[in-house]
Nanobody
Framework: QVQLVESGGGLVQAGDSLRLSCAAS????????MGWFRQAPGKEREFVAA????????YYEDSVKGRFTISRDNAKNTVYLQMNTLKPEDTAVYYC?????????????????WGQGTQVTVSS
């Protein structure tokens, strides 16, 4: 059974940094891609970043390019989202997700497994 467990959220001020972690277990993820999505109150869940587990190719939503970095640690089966220069509009629940395949990483419906989410709040 696949489990994704996020951690690292919190309350920070604008301009601060946070690192989210997603610990994955339950199978071998070499053929998977891992994504981070976020959902703000009253809004749909949106794509933030994704990484192919096999070759670490990354993808980002335009508003986070240059500020966020997604990475993975094979030995720990963990995916990270380093978030720098945080803005109030980054406030949301952040979800880790896993999908099989190499394409369509930005589409929420392609993801098979989801974590429970971690709250990130950025005050101005």
């Amino acid at each position: 059974q696949v489990q994704l467990v996020e951690s690292g959220g919190g309350l920070v001020q604008a301009g601060d940094s946070l690192r989210l972690s997603c610990a994955a277990s339950g199978r071998t993820f070499s053929n998977y891609a891992m994504g981070w999505f976020r959902q703000a109150p009253g809004k749909e869940r949106e794509f933030v970043a994704a990484i192919r587990w096999s070759n670490a190719v990354t993808y980002y939503e335009d508003s986070v390019k240059g500020r966020f970095t997604i990475s993975r640690d094979n030995a720990k089966n963990t995916v990270y989202l380093q978030m720098n220069t945080l803005k109030p509009e980054d406030t949301a629940v952040y979800y880790c997700a896993a999908m099989r395949g190499r394409y369509g990483l930005q589409y929420r419906d392609n993801y098979e497994y989801w974590g429970q989410g971690t709250q990130v709040t950025v005050s101005s």
